[in-house]
């Protein structure tokens, strides 16, 4: 059974920066990992900021983020990363981690192509 763990949430100023971890998402042989990064704020619908595939090479962000916002991942850790900068109020919000085995290098901004998610940890910015 996979488990993905969260960490690195909290709060801080705009212009800031944190970087969130999850462990748990391992390598599996024949089948290309899939990692995302989703966050939800209150009343609204969970969306995707970034993914991750093929070792690193495939990647994909929301353009909401793109160039402060940067996903990576350790094989050797087992472990996804998302570097935030230059953080804006609007970037509050509880943030997820996910994960899938895909047969293909697809990296997605879509929650349904997820199957194991991570409970989740806060990220606030104050203006």
């Known amino acids: 059974q996979i488990q993905l763990v969260e960490s690195g949430g909290g709060s801080v100023q705009a212009g800031g920066s944190l970087r969130l971890s999850c462990t748990g998402a391992?390598?599996?042989?024949?089948?290309?990992?899939?990692g995302g990064w989703f966050r939800q704020a209150p009343g609204k619908a969970r969306e995707g900021v970034a993914s991750?595939?093929?070792?690193?090479?495939?990647?994909a962000y929301d353009d909401s983020v793109k160039g402060r916002f940067t996903i990576s991942q350790d094989n050797n850790e087992n472990t996804l990363y998302l570097q935030m900068d230059n953080l804006k109020p609007e970037d509050t919000a509880v943030y997820f981690c996910?994960?899938?085995?895909?047969?293909?290098?697809?990296?997605?901004?879509?929650?349904?192509?997820?199957?194991?998610w991570g409970q989740g940890t806060q990220v606030t910015v104050s203006s």
């Open positions: 996910a994960a899938a085995w895909t047969m293909n290098a697809t990296a997605t901004l879509l929650p349904e192509s997820y199957k194991y």
């Open positions: 391992t390598n599996t042989a024949n089948w290309y990992f899939m």
């Open positions: 991750i595939s093929n070792g690193g090479s495939t990647q």
